[in-house]
């Protein structure tokens, strides 16, 4: 076994020093960001190269339900399954000592899956390095801790924190606010130090109960890979404290949702400097092209950026996510913000995307509206200096109309990959088909006895 064990990064290993290894986790990223794949015992994972799931996981609703793939939904071809050993990490959470490690998908003839999330980011970021760029990524993440709800029929309520209050609303960054429910935060911290992830940092958002973590900026790949483990990690510390963490957009009426803000910059391979600042400190052309990128091409991958139809609730004027796609500088109201840095460390945050994202998908779909913006090389809209929520909505408002824009975004689907685009309206259209069945609280309240 000291083969492949070798691999293993830092933390993998220390957090193994003197232990006996007992399961590995095989995981891979469905549509939804949900971790699927199999676990097995280490003896077992190191006799094998290769590991196969059928690709219909990636064909999969959130429901469970199942949706055609040009018949292929009802063959289920196995994909062939290689760790990527650079990805794996402790699960401290469980019984025995166990690793996760993320796996990349392959079909039997060695191709990379092009239904796969993370080859859909793999692909993305490609075609920077084929430019000559690096792009960097800094996501932050928002997320409620919530009692525990075991009836989806009752509506979600903040938890109870230590001084037998409930999460208290509106106290954004507010340091008593997050120590009432400080264990869930320490074992959060323990976790992430286990698994060898570093936190850029932790505070109180204006939510009851809610959390925002910041990581520090990176590789796309690697910190999707980080955001799909924080979610897993930070789910099973909310257990242990008799309470649920959700990634939900808008899990609470009347509180502001969750959103994974993106801080974006792009570095010139050979050189390692910002593209975005001139060797001046001024901003160069393609900073107002990426910008521009983000405003033409931000309406066709909504769907992606909002995939449920719980992700529109979220869009709300003065609820602390935006309705349109101006840009400005340090303004919160927009869409599209330039935070207040150094030249060199210069950076385009978009503002737009969901908690509830799959993070390979959100970040694949920013940079690659980004990434259209530096090939057309056009200019964006003036400078929005004032309170952007006075403006009207110019972005999607519900998952079917967000769907028609990317069924019709021929550009991102060559950027994305047309096949992996095919499947993923397919997969949301057959959600938001579902979700038009169910009848809310809201219209047997209304309309049951007046209309």
């Not at 960097?136 to 009836?151: H, K, Q, S, T, W």
């Not at 924080?230 to 959700?246: G, S, V």
Request: charged residues 25%.
């Amino acid at each position: 076994m000291a083969d492949w064990t070798d691999q293993l990064p830092e933390a993998a290993r220390a957090y193994l020093e003197g232990r006996r290894l007992d399961e590995v986790e095989c995981l891979v990223a469905d549509i939804s960001g949900i971790a699927r794949g199999k676990a097995m015992p280490a003896q077992k994972f190191a006799k094998q190269k290769n590991f196969f799931l059928p690709n219909s996981i990636f064909l999969q609703t959130i429901t469970g339900e199942w949706v055609d793939d040009d018949g292929e939904s009802f063959t289920e071809p196995d994909m062939i399954l290689t760790p990527d050993f650079s990805t794996a990490t402790a699960a401290p959470w469980t019984a025995d000592w166990t690793l996760q490690v993320i796996h990349d998908c392959h079909d039997q003839q060695g191709n990379p899956v092009a239904m796969a999330p993370r080859n859909v980011l793999k692909r993305v970021v490609q075609l920077y390095n084929d430019k000559g760029w690096t792009p960097v990524v800094a996501p932050e993440m928002e997320f409620f801790l919530v009692a525990r709800n075991i009836d989806p029929n009752q509506p979600v309520e903040p938890p109870m924190g230590r001084s037998g209050r409930r999460a208290a609303a509106r106290q954004a960054y507010s340091m008593s606010a997050v120590d009432e429910y400080g264990p869930v935060i320490d074992d959060i911290y323990d976790f992430a130090e286990a698994q060898g992830f570093f936190i850029d940092g932790i505070l109180q958002e204006g939510g009851a109960g809610q959390v925002e973590i910041n990581l520090a900026h990176g590789d796309p790949i690697a910190l999707a890979d980080e955001i799909f483990y924080f979610k897993r990690l930070i789910r099973e510390a909310a257990l242990r404290h008799d309470c649920f963490a959700t990634f939900m957009a808008k899990p609470i009426q009347d509180e502001p949702g969750s959103a994974m803000h993106v801080h974006h910059s792009v570095v010139d391979t050979k050189t390692g400097k910002n593209i975005f600042a001139a060797a001046d400190g001024s901003e160069t052309p393609e900073f107002f092209h990426f910008i521009a990128g983000l405003q033409n091409h931000l309406p066709s991958v909504i769907a992606i950026l909002a995939p449920y139809v719980n992700s529109y609730r979220r869009y709300v004027r003065d609820h602390a996510a935006p309705i349109n796609l101006e840009w400005g500088r340090d303004n919160r109201t927009t869409g599209i913000r330039v935070p207040v840095s150094e030249p060199q460390a210069r950076r385009v945050e978009n503002r737009l995307v969901g908690m509830d994202v799959n993070p390979y998908l959100g970040i694949a779909a920013s940079l690659a509206c980004g990434y259209l913006g530096l090939v057309d090389g056009k200019e964006p809209a003036p400078q929005f200096t004032g309170d952007a929520y006075d403006t009207e909505p110019d972005i999607p408002r519900s998952l079917s109309e967000a769907l028609d824009l990317l069924d019709e975004a021929t550009a991102m689907h060559e950027v994305l990959d047309p096949h992996f685009a095919r499947v993923y309206s397919a997969v949301k259209k057959a959600e938001n088909e579902g979700f038009l069945q169910v009848i809310s609280p809201w219209e047997r309240e209304h309309l049951l006895l007046n209309v």
